[in-house]
């Protein structure tokens, strides 16, 4: 690794905070459509879902995170792509810097946006009534699977980031994400569904995550359902991480 | 002399798929010299500059830079060069402080903070320093992604169309920093579509056509390539811009 990895980093998320600091509407607008989600299932549709907890607010909002990341992401392929067109981008690769710095730094930056975010809108699901009986190890444990499948997403979008021709190209990619939960437990059970359906629906990568992250908070044991999580977070991180690499690579 | 040249490009080829952009390209830059490289739009002056910035490879020849080969020596040739774009990059949403204070960051040179304050006081930027750079004129934008570039003494400045989009006033500044530059023993490579600008300021200027460099010499030497009139009744020098096209179309 280059001695000058760190440095540059911090150096380049310090870059990408400031913007975030001083144009915080990103961070309002990643939480906006999930809250409205929020509202809207609990206090519309929520009175008419059966899905043997007490409080629907407790079962909706493991989703309603997964969410928020899916929508959160897309921030991060729309920041590269400005970064590209800008003309920065070259400025930092003609310069002698670490070469990946450049990448993690954004990815970083995704992290930090995401989780405030995600803070937001835990703090209206709790004025909302949403109550949790977990310990500290459990919210951390929530905290890492989130963390992950942030990290998973993130990289993900820098592949459209750096290959995008335009600023809607660059961020549409995330729009089947942020519809994923739809089509898996974080709305409904999906014993419901129809066959195929609930195939599918029952072996995508979201239902097991709101599955994990739902038992964490309530207290329950995690069973098995948590490696499959970890298993699709952590591939898909390694994949994504390699994959966008090597785009980047090229493009060089 | 040549030895010691600056910059030193050999043979260097480039296509894009059928399009053959550079087809042979000979030059060398003396250190401290100012060397105006002109071309016709999509003669490929970008392309040049952005091989020996090592932010493009070539396909065939080879490029020195302060003695370093831009494929080789790659992170070498990254501390003996900086570049400046046809777009200035400077990152509008830091302010002009933070846009230095960073790139001092970005080449590991200590007290980021002086170099700073001193590039701001002599590029007339000291009042306009804590602005947002998005908020600058045309010119002042110029002047502060001249002064980025500067930061940890750079043997070699390339300014790629200086001068593009910018009012005459604006231009006249740029001018007098560049000509600044290189009597501090700054060597510079300058691409410019525009003749007067190569007339003011190059010791020496070459004209790239269609892929090779056809002409190379001191203005003096240039205009010796036209005939004399034998009969004048209006004494006029001939400006660089018919020797340029006289020069073209000759090859033509």
Redesign the interface.
């Known amino acids: 690794m280059d001695k000058?990895f760190v440095?540059?980093t911090t150096?380049?998320l310090?870059?990408s905070l400031?913007?975030i600091g001083?144009?915080p509407d990103t961070i309002i607008t990643t939480a906006l459509m999930p809250i409205a989600f929020l509202l809207m299932f609990v206090y519309v549709f929520g009175g008419a879902i059966r899905t043997g907890s007490d409080r629907y607010v407790n079962y909706l909002l493991p989703g309603i995170l997964v969410m928020t990341i899916a929508s959160g992401i897309s921030y991060t392929a729309y920041r590269l792509f400005l970064d590209r067109q800008?003309?920065?981008f070259?400025?930092?690769?003609?310069?002698?810097?670490a070469r990946s710095s450049l990448l993690w730094a954004h990815v970083l930056t995704s992290l930090v946006a995401n989780l405030i975010s995600l803070a937001v809108v835990v703090l209206v699901a709790l004025l909302m009534g949403f109550r949790s009986a977990a310990g500290i190890g459990a919210w951390l444990a929530v905290l890492g699977i989130l963390v992950l499948f942030t990290l998973a997403l993130t990289w993900l979008a820098v592949i459209p980031g750096l290959l995008a021709k335009t600023v809607d190209g660059a961020s549409a990619f995330a729009y089947p994400l942020i519809f994923l939960p739809f089509v898996s437990s974080a709305f409904v059970p999906t014993d419901g569904m129809p066959g195929p359906v609930r195939a599918f629906a029952e072996n995508q990568p979201v239902t097991s995550i709101v599955d994990t992250i739902r038992h964490l908070f309530a207290d329950q044991p995690v069973g098995g359902g948590v490696w499959v999580a970890l298993a699709w977070c952590g591939g898909l991180l390694v994949v994504a991480c390699l994959a966008a690499t090597r785009v980047y690579r090229r493009t060089? | 002399m040549k030895q010691d040249a600056a910059i030193r490009i050999r043979g260097l080829e480039k296509s894009f798929g059928e399009l053959h952009v550079l087809r042979g390209v000979d030059l060398d830059v003396d250190r401290g010299a100012i060397l105006a490289l002109l071309g016709s739009n999509g003669a490929g002056k970008t392309t040049m500059v952005r091989i020996i910035?090592?932010?493009l490879r070539a396909d065939r020849g080879e490029a020195t830079v302060n003695g370093f080969d831009v494929r080789a020596d790659a992170?070498q040739v990254?501390?003996s060069?900086?570049?400046?774009?046809?777009?200035?990059?400077?990152?509008?949403?830091?302010t002009g402080r933070?846009n230095l204070v960073?790139?001092a960051?970005?080449?590991?040179v200590a007290d980021g903070r002086r170099i700073a304050d001193d590039l701001l006081a002599r590029f007339d930027l000291t009042e306009a320093g804590s602005r947002r750079a998005g908020t600058y004129s045309g010119g002042m934008r110029r002047r502060l992604d001249i002064a980025?570039s500067l930061i940890g003494d750079p043997a070699v400045i390339v300014l790629d169309e200086p001068t593009t989009g910018l009012d005459p006033q604006a231009r006249l500044e740029v001018w007098r920093t560049v000509k600044d530059l290189a009597s501090a023993g700054t060597t510079v490579l300058l691409t410019t579509q525009m003749l007067d600008e190569a007339e003011h300021l190059a010791d020496r200027i070459a004209i790239l056509h269609e892929g090779r460099i056809i002409v190379n010499g001191t203005l003096p030497e240039l205009t010796r390539l036209l005939p004399p009139a034998e009969i004048e009744y209006v004494e006029k020098q001939p400006t660089l811009e018919e020797i340029f096209l006289a020069v073209v179309a000759a090859k033509n």
């Open positions: 000058h440095g540059d150096a380049l310090g870059r400031r913007h001083r144009s800008s003309g920065i070259e400025r930092f690769r003609s310069m002698p810097i060089s | 910035a090592t932010l992170p990254r501390e060069l900086s570049m400046t774009g046809q777009f200035a990059a400077v990152d509008e949403i830091l933070e960073l790139m960051r970005l080449r590991h980025m």
